[in-house]
């Protein structure tokens, strides 16, 4: 069994998603701290990308303020590196497929293990193109986690199938991004993808509030929660960690 | 040298092409895939398209001896393939016309689409209200500032234009602007791709729809010469009117086939569009293919005069024509780009679009260097009155009233 899969044996999961070196280096690694400590089961980091389509305006200027301040691949894995000084939260990465590409999937790859870095999730990245890295990245047991949309139909068995760690079933259409209104069949798509595996489902895109999680954490395993905590860093700058602190734990609570 | 088939479904030579593009997607991919496949065997589909080109588009368009540029420039025979005479101006719509047509019978009510320079998007919203759909485009903030007058042709034909603010503000952030509204209403909407790019099916639909351009100059060409042409230049950003340029001769070794990038103020700057020159190989927008982009695979904000070319990437058939040596890729300046459009204005009394100069500016490099027996066919992918302003700006002429 994947060390992502085993987190969520016996309990609901809370991953929230922070942007890397948004605003700067040293916030970074202070606001995974405060996550961890604060009920996170495991950390999305984003890796900011010059054009990223699967993203809402939240997370697109997150990207720009971290390439204001510099940020490089490299200063990535840097960001990590220092977390894992300090502390062991499972991390999961967000990369459009170019940033590995680039970096070399195999390098990527190494480093990622070198890091502790249990998984990644390429939103750009279909089953169809899956075998571009894939096989990679389970030689150095790290999961590629696949996404599952309302709009995958037919698609849902052979994606199931073929996961690893745990699936991140997308919420709604559209871009990630605060919402309050979910597919009606979202508790219809997760049977449907129990049906082909036991690889635990988290939802994610839109959820924002403590209430809204609790709800899908009753029809999934766990709950990603993502432009509201890069909102807050967005507003507050080096200064997110009290609000910060406070919608993990609510988040946290509202889920158990 | 043999034709690059894809080695499965969308790759081209060894890589390039595939489909990278979120899940939310991929179903409606598959759908377009499936209806592609079908509709090429389907009859009364391939009636209505050929109706709508020969009797909407005004096709065939002429294949034009441009005398007095093979007089002035001493060399080989230039014919000039004046796709600026379709209706709406450009080669846009041969492919509007079949993705269109494509929609339609899946069922879809809406188009959307990006445009550059803004005519896809004039050639999309044309097809939209003469097919009665709904229609969105999406064009960078820059371009909607430097193209005003395709925005009131878009408008007037009942589109509804989004100015797009986000990142550079061009036709990459068009783009990325026109993925994300289909993603959120996939459902009910068509995304018209309006260049030779993006996931698959695309690139090979548009190759489809567009290779009228090619197998029409044949037929032409033979009727008028009785012999293939030695070389065909058409200009590259997205590569949609090259690839229909090159399409039917690929099999035939013996015609040169050259893309002609936009490379700004020069190809060694970096204000420059000159993707397979300067490009690396990188996966973006659906494809894999070549791009312009940073050694960590951020993709670069691109510069040229023309909106139309200005795009970090190329269509992955292309990065495969130039990876297996099929076909030749320059670059063209923009003075070098203004002066040809001064030249074949001044010589032919043909105002074309500054995209399609750029094409002109390597005749008239080529020309000279061949014989007076050989002969060249150079695409004007479209005309260009939507410049004049911008190239009187250029010139530092004022020609507002």
């Given at each position: 069994?994947?060390?992502?899969?085993?987190?969520?044996?016996?309990?609901?999961?809370?991953?929230?998603?922070?942007?890397?070196?948004?605003?700067?280096?040293?916030?970074?690694?202070?606001?995974?701290?405060?996550?961890?400590?604060?009920?996170?089961?495991?950390?999305?980091?984003?890796?900011?990308?010059?054009?990223?389509?699967?993203?809402?305006?939240?997370?697109?200027?997150?990207?720009?303020?971290?390439?204001?301040?510099?940020?490089?691949?490299?200063?990535?894995?840097?960001?990590?590196?220092?977390?894992?000084?300090?502390?062991?939260?499972?991390?999961?990465?967000?990369?459009?497929?170019?940033?590995?590409?680039?970096?070399?999937?195999?390098?990527?790859?190494?480093?990622?293990?070198?890091?502790?870095?249990?998984?990644?999730?390429?939103?750009?990245?279909?089953?169809?193109?899956?075998?571009?890295?894939?096989?990679?990245?389970?030689?150095?047991?790290?999961?590629?986690?696949?996404?599952?949309?309302?709009?995958?139909?037919?698609?849902?068995?052979?994606?199931?199938?073929?996961?690893?760690?745990?699936?991140?079933?997308?919420?709604?259409?559209?871009?990630?991004?605060?919402?309050?209104?979910?597919?009606?069949?979202?508790?219809?798509?997760?049977?449907?993808?129990?049906?082909?595996?036991?690889?635990?489902?988290?939802?994610?895109?839109?959820?924002?509030?403590?209430?809204?999680?609790?709800?899908?954490?009753?029809?999934?395993?766990?709950?990603?929660?993502?432009?509201?905590?890069?909102?807050?860093?967005?507003?507050?700058?080096?200064?997110?960690?009290?609000?910060?602190?406070?919608?993990?734990?609510?988040?946290?609570?509202?889920?158990? | 040298?043999?034709?690059?088939?894809?080695?499965?479904?969308?790759?081209?030579?060894?890589?390039?092409?595939?489909?990278?593009?979120?899940?939310?997607?991929?179903?409606?991919?598959?759908?377009?895939?499936?209806?592609?496949?079908?509709?090429?065997?389907?009859?009364?589909?391939?009636?209505?398209?050929?109706?709508?080109?020969?009797?909407?588009?005004?096709?065939?368009?002429?294949?034009?001896?441009?005398?007095?540029?093979?007089?002035?420039?001493?060399?080989?025979?230039?014919?000039?393939?004046?796709?600026?005479?379709?209706?709406?101006?450009?080669h846009k719509i041969n492919n509007v016309i079949g993705q269109?047509?494509?929609?339609?019978?899946?069922?879809?009510?809406?188009?959307?689409?990006?445009?550059?320079?803004?005519?896809h998007?004039?050639a999309?919203?044309?097809?939209?209200?003469?097919?009665?759909?709904?229609?969105?485009?999406?064009?960078?903030?820059?371009?909607?500032?430097?193209?005003?007058?395709?925005?009131?042709?878009?408008?007037?034909?009942?589109?509804?234009?989004?100015?797009?603010?986000?990142?550079?503000?061009?036709?990459?952030?068009?783009?990325?602007?026109?993925?994300?509204?289909?993603?959120?209403?996939?459902?009910?909407?068509?995304?018209i791709i309006g260049s030779a790019?993006?996931?698959?099916?695309?690139?090979?639909m548009v190759?489809?729809f567009q290779?009228?351009?090619?197998?029409?100059?044949?037929?032409?060409?033979?009727?008028?010469?009785?012999?293939?042409?030695?070389?065909?230049?058409?200009?590259?950003?997205?590569?949609s009117?090259?690839?229909g340029?090159?399409?039917?001769?690929?099999?035939?070794?013996?015609?040169?086939?050259?893309?002609?990038?936009?490379?700004?103020?020069?190809?060694?700057?970096?204000?420059?569009?000159?993707?397979?020159?300067?490009?690396?190989?990188?996966?973006?927008?659906?494809?894999?293919?070549?791009?312009?982009?940073?050694?960590?695979?951020?993709?670069?904000?691109?510069?040229?005069?023309?909106?139309?070319?200005?795009?970090?990437?190329?269509?992955?058939?292309?990065?495969?024509?130039?990876?297996?040596?099929?076909?030749?890729?320059?670059?063209?300046?923009?003075?070098?780009?203004?002066?040809?459009?001064?030249?074949?204005?001044?010589?032919?009394?043909?105002?074309?679009?500054?995209?399609?100069?750029?094409?002109?500016?390597?005749?008239?490099?080529?020309?000279?260097?061949?014989?007076?027996?050989?002969?060249?066919?150079?695409?004007?992918?479209?005309?260009?009155?939507?410049?004049?302003?911008?190239?009187?700006?250029?010139?530092?002429?004022?020609?507002?009233?």
């Open positions: 069994m994947s060390n992502l899969t085993k987190i969520f044996e016996n309990k609901k999961v809370f991953i929230p998603f922070v942007v890397a070196n948004d605003p700067d280096f040293d916030t970074t690694v202070e606001n995974i701290i405060t996550l961890a400590k604060n009920g996170a089961d495991i950390v999305e980091l984003g890796i900011p990308f010059s054009d990223p389509v699967a993203d809402g305006p939240v997370i697109q200027s997150a990207d720009l303020r971290a390439f204001k301040a510099g940020v490089t691949t490299e200063r990535v894995f840097e960001i990590i590196s220092e977390v894992r000084k300090h502390s062991d939260i499972p991390l999961v990465l967000l990369s459009y497929l170019n940033i590995p590409f680039k970096y070399g999937y195999e390098k990527f790859l190494k480093r990622c293990a070198d890091l502790n870095i249990s998984g990644i999730v390429i939103p750009d990245l279909p089953l169809e193109s899956r075998d571009e890295i894939a096989p990679i990245a389970n030689d150095y047991d790290i999961d590629i986690i696949p996404l599952i949309t309302p709009t995958s139909g037919h698609r849902i068995k052979e994606i199931a199938e073929a996961a690893s760690g745990f699936i991140y079933v997308v919420s709604s259409l559209g871009i990630t991004g605060q919402r309050d209104n979910f597919s009606e069949h979202l508790a219809d798509l997760i049977t449907n993808i129990r049906k082909y595996t036991d690889v635990p489902t988290a939802i994610g895109f839109g959820i924002h509030t403590p209430k809204q999680a609790t709800s899908m954490a009753k029809i999934a395993d766990g709950v990603i929660v993502g432009s509201a905590f890069v909102d807050i860093i967005g507003k507050q700058g080096r200064n997110s960690e009290t609000e910060l602190a406070n919608l993990a734990k609510e988040i946290a609570t509202a889920i158990k | 040298m043999q034709e690059i088939k894809p080695t499965k479904p969308g790759i081209y030579g060894q890589q390039f092409g595939g489909q990278y593009i979120p899940e939310t997607l991929m179903s409606e991919l598959e759908k377009i895939n499936k209806a592609f496949t079908d509709l090429k065997q389907d009859a009364n589909f391939q009636q209505e398209l050929h109706d709508l080109l020969v009797n909407y588009a005004n096709r065939p368009s002429l294949l034009y001896y441009a005398k007095n540029m093979t007089e002035d420039l001493g060399g080989a025979k230039i014919y000039l393939k004046r796709e600026d005479l379709n209706h709406t101006g450009a269109a047509l494509m929609a339609k019978h899946i069922g879809k009510k809406r188009l959307i689409a990006e445009t550059g320079a803004g005519q998007g004039v999309t919203a044309t097809i939209a209200a003469l097919l009665g759909m709904e229609c969105e485009i999406f064009m960078g903030k820059i371009d909607t500032d430097r193209q005003k007058l395709n925005v009131y042709r878009m408008e007037l034909l009942g589109a509804k234009v989004h100015a797009v603010t986000s990142g550079s503000k061009v036709l990459k952030d068009a783009v990325n602007a026109t993925l994300q509204e289909w993603a959120t209403r996939c459902d009910d909407t068509f995304y790019v993006g996931p698959h099916p695309y690139p090979e190759k489809y290779s009228v351009i090619s197998k029409e100059s044949k037929e032409q060409l033979k009727a008028k010469e009785n012999r293939l042409p030695d070389a065909v230049v058409a200009c590259v950003g997205g590569g009117n090259a690839i340029s090159f399409a039917d001769y690929i099999d035939n070794p013996e015609v040169q086939l050259i893309g002609v990038e936009a490379a700004g103020k020069g190809v060694d700057t970096d204000q420059t569009a000159a993707t397979i020159e300067r490009g690396s190989t990188g996966i973006f927008h659906g494809m894999k293919s070549k791009f312009l982009q940073n050694s960590d695979g951020q993709i670069d904000e691109v510069y040229s005069i023309s909106a139309g070319l200005d795009y970090p990437g190329v269509g992955p058939e292309h990065a495969a024509l130039a990876d297996e040596g099929r076909a030749q890729y320059v670059g063209i300046t923009d003075d070098e780009a203004v002066d040809a459009f001064e030249y074949i204005a001044k010589t032919e009394g043909i105002v074309a679009a500054i995209e399609s100069c750029h094409a002109v500016a390597y005749v008239k490099k080529l020309a000279p260097t061949m014989n007076k027996d050989q002969i060249i066919i150079c695409t004007l992918s479209g005309r260009g009155d939507k410049d004049v302003t911008s190239i009187a700006k250029y010139k530092g002429v004022d020609i507002d009233e």
